[in-house]
């Protein structure tokens, strides 16, 4: 009895933080995916925010493009470069995928209302690709400090994979002591480190947005109001992958940096997770 109870408290401790929080029941059925058979990018004509600029840095030249202004959604092409992206795959592959695999299938015939993936948790310097992609980052996105992230959440999406629609900002309610040490996740960055070859675009239906990003580009995306409060229109989903495999890494970038009381919401087994590669310390 009391192991049961043990591993029913602990079970719904992780699959809180790691479950993206919906404010209402979203519909899960093939209507969801309509938006992701062809690339949908915003109109620029009737949206004079979205515009291309280029990003000088340290001699090298990027092509950054607001895909939407509210909420404020940006592509950063060619940010990781080729061969790095490759090695970063390489690093990812060699790690235990299956620490956070939900295989999509449930026991009842619906598939998971989450995602079918393969995935881990790193940390920020975990691996030297994904270190160098960190700083990388770091450097061109300066107005969010990166330190406040989680560890990269990389998942691997094989045919037929798929991450349904969700909000990457937690729920307060839920997520009580996460929220209050460390605020919420109010960025999102993804770095596709692998396209597939067929499928897998990054959705955001309400927004009208399908993006078809390229390896070695990166989305990130600000998820809550300027006034704290969450942003429905964030709700964004990975499109199930027809053909090939996709790997993305994220870092959902909080409002603050770690505070004393952080180390008890569940973040500690995270990072502990995070710091072997996926690997449970026995
Ligand atoms: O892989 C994608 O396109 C989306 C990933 C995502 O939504 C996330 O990591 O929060
Ligand atoms: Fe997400």
């Known amino acids: 009895m009391y192991p049961i109870y043990i591993f029913f408290i602990y079970s719904t401790y992780i699959f809180n933080f790691l479950t993206p929080f919906t404010d209402e029941t979203l519909e899960f059925n093939?209507?969801?995916?309509?938006?992701?058979g062809k690339e949908l990018r915003g109109d620029s004509s009737r949206d004079g925010r979205l515009v291309c600029y280029r990003l000088h840095k340290h001699l090298l030249i990027r092509k950054v493009e607001i895909l939407s202004s509210e909420p404020f959604i940006l592509q950063y092409h060619n940010q990781v470069h080729r061969r790095l992206a490759k090695r970063a795959v390489q690093e990812a592959e060699a790690l235990r995928l299956e620490q956070l695999k939900i295989s999509g299938f449930t026991t009842t015939p619906e598939k998971s209302q989450v995602r079918a993936a393969n995935g881990t948790w790193l940390i920020h310097t975990g691996?030297?690709?994904f270190a160098r992609i960190f700083e990388g980052l770091q450097a061109n996105i300066n107005s969010l400090d990166l330190s406040t992230a989680e560890p990269w959440q990389i998942l691997s999406y094989n045919a037929d994979?798929?991450?349904?629609?969700?909000?990457d900002y937690l729920n307060p309610a839920t997520n009580v002591q996460l929220v209050e040490g460390r605020g919420n996740r109010i960025a999102t960055v993804l770095v596709i480190l692998q396209i597939a070859k067929k499928?897998?675009?990054t959705v955001f239906p309400r927004l009208n947005l399908n993006?078809?990003?390229k390896a070695g580009d990166v989305i990130v995306w600000l998820n809550?109001?300027?006034t704290g409060e969450s942003n429905s229109q964030t709700l964004h989903a990975a499109c199930p992958i027809?053909?090939?495999t996709k790997i993305g890494a994220t870092l959902w970038v909080h409002e603050k940096?770690?505070?004393?009381?952080?180390k008890s919401t569940g973040l500690s087994r995270q990072n502990s997770l995070a710091r072997t590669g996926g690997k449970t310390i026995t």
């Open 127 to 129: 691996r030297p690709s």
């Open 242 to 244: 027809h053909e090939g």
């Open 211 to 213: 993006i078809r990003p």
């Open 224 to 226: 809550t109001l300027s």
């Open 30 to 36: 093939d209507k969801i995916w309509d938006k992701c």
């Open 257 to 262: 940096i770690f505070s004393q009381n952080t």
């Open 161 to 167: 994979g798929y991450y349904a629609p969700h909000y």
């Open 199 to 201: 499928g897998g675009t």
